[in-house]
């Protein structure tokens, strides 16, 4: 009798961009949040419902299918942004978002055509990025790719916000630009211009007992790759966005990493519970106790989701409310992110990130980088080997306390880090990502079923 055994590595984990092992790990191991066009997010002000209630002659409801918001910034610029949509369809809604954002990451990691298409996209390939599902087609799962799809390549939006650097963005690819750090609020244009956002089209082949979906065309507008291009990005954790369940919570998330990526983002935000409800265009015929309690259970989710760091809807006075929010580790990974474009690779990421914690602008960190190349990478690894192995202290045993300058310093110098503990330490944060070995079957044969 025979038996088989199949041998296996664990696979290799997966790193995020801000965690010291990034230092370490090929780029393909590295997960950084996701560049979304800023002002495209800035003017979208999505329903907090999944389906909506259809007519007798087939269509949506008026506020369902246009709607227009005067954003104020922190500056009092004030911009018009009108969206309009099919009213078979109704405008896209906070759940809809989830697919965009997908569909954005998927770009990220792809790249797309000079005019936004993704050449032999699939369900599959956006279900992966929306849902992190690596191979489901399950049919409701495609119908809402189709219905998010559908709304939004019918949708288009209408404003005075400048949102077109297709220019500067080229010139940033051809290595005479530079990107950008966002503003507190977008330049304004004396006339307004109408932007498609996305253009879909699909078939399902009918069989004798099953059908087949395929995505034939899939387009996004060029001018929002060229904002996240330049800088002007708004980079959101897509995984993290994407579970959360409540529409509040998502609400509420969009809002922190929009104040975040134009640097408005505060220690401790606080805001009525009235502001929150038009902001986020909620729709309902409750009391403000009800709707309080709604939002606390949308807080309790943001704090499990490390989004918050703390969060609570309390009362100054009866019948009246407020949110205090505590921004966690996503809003603020996205504030350190700011500046940094989706050309980018990877590796710049971390470094511009890493560098940003130990006190850099971006511009100071593309400056070091552009001297000193990937011998940059190489002191931050040293940077987090003396503080998290040597405790930070210096040869004469004084607490380093400006780890940039110590930086600058071992670059100028050209300080060498050859110790046989430091090299071997290296060695092993190495190893951790080291290719898994192959999958070996080993075919046992027990004793009876030997020769005599």
């Keep these: 009798m025979a038996t088989s055994v199949t041998f296996g590595a664990t696979p290799t984990p997966r790193v995020r961009m801000e965690s010291p092992d990034a230092l370490f790990a090929p780029d393909h191991l590295v ?28 269509t949506v409801a008026p506020q369902h299918s246009f709607q227009r918001q005067e954003i104020v910034y922190p500056d009092g610029s ?37 005019d936004g298409a993704f050449p032999g996209a699939t369900y599959a390939d956006i279900i992966r990025a929306t849902r992190g599902d690596t191979a489901s087609n399950a049919p409701s799962k495609i119908e809402a790719v189709k ?73 996004l507008n060029p001018v929002w790759r060229a904002q996240t291009d330049l800088g002007l990005a708004a980079w959101i954790d897509v995984d993290a966005h994407n ?15 929009l104040a975040a990526a134009q640097g408005q983002l505060p220690r401790i935000h606080v805001a009525p519970l009235d ?42 006075a009866r019948g009246i409310y407020e949110l205090a929010l505590e921004p966690g580790a996503l809003p603020r990974h996205t504030r350190t992110s700011r500046g940094i474009g989706s050309l980018d690779p990877v590796r710049t990421r971390v470094l511009l ?48 306390t400006h780890w940039s300058l110590w930086m600058t310093k071992a670059l100028k110098k050209q300080w060498t880090f050859d110790e046989p503990e430091y090299m071997a330490w290296l060695e092993r944060q190495s190893a951790r990502f080291a290719p898994a070995p192959e999958r070996q079957t080993v075919r046992a044969v027990s004793p009876g079923a030997l020769p005599a």
């Design 78 to 114: 004030r911009f018009v942004a009108d969206l309009s949509s099919s009213p078979a369809l109704g405008m896209p809604t906070i759940y809809d978002l989830d697919y965009l954002l997908g569909t954005l990451r998927l770009a990220d990691e792809r790249g797309t055509e000079a």
């Design 353 to 400: 990130w890493h560098l940003n914690q130990l006190g850099m602008t971006v511009a100071e960190g593309r400056a070091l980088i552009g001297r000193h190349g990937l011998e940059v990478e190489q002191v931050l690894r040293r940077v987090h080997y003396e503080r998290t192995v040597k405790g930070g202290l210096d040869a004469r045993g004084q607490e380093i």
């Design 147 to 219: 219905r998010a799809f559908q709304r939004w390549g019918n949708s288009v939006l209408r404003t005075t916000i400048e949102m077109d650097f297709a220019d500067a963005a080229q010139a940033l690819s051809g290595g005479t630009g530079q990107t950008v750090v966002p503003a507190g609020s977008p330049i304004r244009r004396e006339r307004d211009t109408t932007y498609w956002i996305l253009s879909y089209d699909w078939e399902t082949e009918q069989f004798a007992s099953r059908s087949r979906d395929s995505i034939r065309s899939l387009k």
């Design 243 to 257: 579970a959360l369940a409540s529409p509040l919570a998502k609400g509420i998330h969009l809002k922190l990493v």
């Design 31 to 58: 997960e950084t949040p996701v560049p979304a066009p800023l002002y495209l997010l800035s003017c979208l002000r999505l329903p907090l419902v999944n389906v909506y209630p259809v007519g007798e002659n087939g």
């Design 275 to 316: 502001r929150w409800i038009e902001d986020l265009g909620v729709q309902s015929k409750e009391d403000n106790n009800k709707i309080a309690r709604r939002f606390r259970d949308a807080v309790d989710s943001l704090i499990e989701a490390t989004i918050l760091r703390a969060g609570e809807v309390r009362s100054p």
